[in-house]
């Protein structure tokens, strides 16, 4: 095991699958998981929303456990067990009282590599995921984020929502599970990650230990992405039953490995992030009460990814809010003083250092960033990175955003 950068170490595994570990000392509680390289955009064409499906049925039973088994394993200790998907990730995790490592460790293993997928069980989750399809369409200021994306992405699979459609979860059966498992869950598509009290050589050694019965035999051929086709910009209006204008404008920008992706991050952060000093908050709540909310975004992936500015607004005011959007990002020159920026990046690095204290959230990201980079990106030189960063780096990360494409869900 070798590359270690303050509390974190990582390594490979006898059967390949990487591993990071983050050293909590003190700490009485414990993370461990699993993050795989396998979300929406690794469905081919009928299987759209297999992968979101496989997350949440892999629960319900393996070779000796029953879901109820699988359910009272974590929690019977007090911990829970997770699991989320993305367009390009699936992650399994718990999180537990720090003595019960070998535990979850057991049984995230058993989870990925023996789940049968019993279908009396797919059955039952067919329905919840049928309730969550329609909680999400009833809430816009979701849904419109996967519309766009939709319509950017146009001709990829990066386009379609993850949770797919009550059409194709139907079509899901335990030959279908078990195949997107076999062909996209193996040592070589993942990453375990660990943070906690214990040592490096221990965790590693129990990765070793129940890790190993994950191997790289590859019955399928698994789905490579391919970059998504560069589309024509859009301006489209869809009336859905809504008491306010719902407006994303939103571009192409560089992706999740893109060396330019922190000016991108720090751009955003001053136009729209969660301060209520955002540019765009400024202008469109604060100085005028037009919106109750508004914020910008990016969604990075391996090879591409999304800058958006969205906001709600009364139907009537929804062209002037563009206009002051506009505005404002055309402004971006004349706003990029030197005084203002250094205030930014002291902002934004605060805001850094704030969430570098979740420590969930700090071992996924750590995760992901060995998943995609095979290295895990430190806190210190993302500092250096945006303490470096010129007005210039911040105008040229801007330009994708100055002719954006509009999608708008309105009542009119």
């Known amino acids: 095991m070798n590359n270690k950068s303050h509390e974190t170490t990582t390594g490979v595994l006898p059967n390949g699958m990487r591993a990071v570990h983050m050293h909590c000392r003190g700490s009485a509680v414990a993370i461990f998981g699993l993050i795989v390289k396998a979300g929406s955009r690794n469905e081919r064409n009928d299987e759209q929303g297999l992968a979101h499906f496989v997350e949440h049925t892999i629960f319900k039973g393996t070779g000796h456990r ?210 209520m000093n955002s540019l765009l908050n400024v202008e469109l709540r604060e100085r005028r009460g037009l919106v109750y909310n508004v914020e910008a975004s990016t969604a990075l992936y391996s090879d591409c990814g999304l800058m958006t500015v969205y906001f709600g607004c009364d139907p009537s005011d929804s062209r002037r809010c563009r206009d002051i959007v506009t505005r404002c990002i055309d402004s971006l020159p004349d706003r990029l003083t030197p005084s203002r920026l250094e205030a930014a990046k002291k902002q934004y690095l605060g805001q850094l250092v704030i969430a570098s204290e979740n420590r969930e959230n700090s071992v996924l990201e750590a995760a992901r960033s060995l998943l995609w980079r095979n290295y895990v990106t430190d806190v210190s030189d993302i500092e250096n990175i945006i303490k470096g960063l010129d007005a210039s780096d911040l105008l040229s990360a801007a330009e994708p955003i100055k002719t954006p494409s509009v999608l708008i869900f309105s009542p009119e």
């Open 66 to 275: 029953r879901s109820s088994h699988i359910i009272n394993r974590m929690e019977a200790v007090g911990g829970e067990l997770n699991a989320y998907t993305t367009k390009e990730e699936t992650v399994i995790y718990s999180i537990f009282p720090a003595a019960h490592l070998s535990r979850a460790a057991e049984l995230i293993a058993d989870l990925t590599r023996d789940s049968r997928f019993p279908d009396q069980e797919l059955d039952k989750e067919r329905e919840v995921i049928a309730d969550e399809i329609d909680s999400y369409l009833d809430t816009p200021s979701e849904a419109i984020y996967d519309d766009f994306e939709d319509l950017i992405f146009s001709g990829s699979p990066l386009g379609h929502n993850i949770l797919g459609d009550k059409t194709s979860i139907a079509r899901f059966g335990s030959d279908a599970c078990k195949g997107f498992v076999k062909r996209n869950y193996v040592p070589d598509n993942m990453v375990a990650f660990y943070s906690g009290p214990r040592g490096a050589d221990a965790v590693f050694k129990v990765m070793e230990h129940y890790l190993s019965v994950i191997d790289n035999e590859k019955p399928g051929v698994m789905t490579s992405p391919v970059v998504p086709p560069v589309n024509a910009a859009f301006d489209r209006k869809n009336i859905i039953a809504t008491h306010q204008s719902h407006c994303l404008l939103g571009a192409r920008v560089g992706s999740y490995l893109d060396k330019d992706r922190y000016a991108t991050a720090l751009l955003t952060n001053i136009i729209g992030g969660p301060g």
